[in-house]
């Protein structure tokens, strides 16, 4: 089955409101002419100012975190996936591995914050990855699984077909280290097995993104490889041209 590129952007705590709405005008002027989807995921208080900026483009808007809970209530300082829909995401990152290791979610919290996402109508890019001394330890697979099951095993079938999946291998985050193209595909089809397993329908039709360090210059031979299907986009995708060119990679 062909699996349509997804290319998203994760701008992490970066910008302004200003910079932002020029990035994403930037990119929406260019979205047209690409085959891959585009997704943009700015920080939670520009979500409004971006969706503005990108309206009438094919540039897709998302978030990079949201609560666990599903309903409204006292709960200082967070937001729902129902905010964020209100607002026009249609995607949601959840299980970022700044987010498991600088705020503490664990796999228990990543699958509570999939549900959420799944409840609101939102599509989770559920991130997974190991850590330098996990790979050297030579746990990266037990690691993996972990991570998946714990979502997996909270989801139905029709649940699971609603997830993309996102590996990023933090020792390639910002680092500048990139996984090479062999094992990202190695790492990409233990995943796709993973989900095989549950159902192999889904697992041909889910995408699987690759995100690390990924550069105009190493996006093509990362997105040639069969189950790589497309990228989660740090440090690059805070510049248009940067972003657009691993776009057209894909
Ligand atoms: P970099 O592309 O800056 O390595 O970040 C990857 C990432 O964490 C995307 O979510």
Not at 99 to 105: K, M, N, P, S, V
Not at 214 to 224: E, I, R, T, Y
């Amino acid at each position: 089955m062909k699996r349509r590129p997804l290319i998203a952007g994760n701008w992490k705590m970066n910008g302004s409101q200003a910079a932002n709405a020029a990035l994403a005008s930037e990119i929406a002027v260019a979205a047209g002419t690409h085959a891959a989807e585009l997704l943009v995921c700015p920080p939670a208080v520009y979500i409004g100012t971006v969706g503005a900026a990108l309206a009438g483009s094919a540039v897709q808007l998302g978030a990079q975190s949201l609560a666990e809970q599903t309903q409204p209530g006292a709960f200082t300082g967070e937001v729902c996936g129902a905010m964020l829909v209100d607002v026009g995401c249609r995607y949601v990152i959840v299980g970022h591995s700044e987010r498991r290791i600088l705020f503490g979610e664990n796999d228990a919290i990543v699958a509570k914050k999939v549900a959420a996402a799944l409840a609101a109508g939102l599509t989770p890019i559920l991130c997974v990855g190991e850590t330098l001394v996990e790979r050297d330890n030579g746990l990266e697979g037990a690691v993996l699984r972990r991570q998946l099951h714990a979502v997996f095993d909270a989801c139905s079938p029709a649940q699971l077909a609603e997830l993309v999946i996102a590996y990023e291998p933090v020792w390639a985050i910002g680092t500048g280290r990139t996984a090479s193209p062999a094992h990202a595909q190695a790492v990409h089809a233990l995943i796709r097995g993973e989900i095989a397993v549950r159902d192999a329908k889904i697992a041909d039709s889910t995408r699987i993104l690759y995100g690390g360090s990924v550069k105009p210059d190493n996006a093509a031979a990362l997105f040639s490889e069969p189950d790589v299907d497309g990228g989660l986009i740090g440090g690059a995708s805070l510049k248009s041209a940067e972003f657009l060119a691993i776009a057209a990679a894909a």
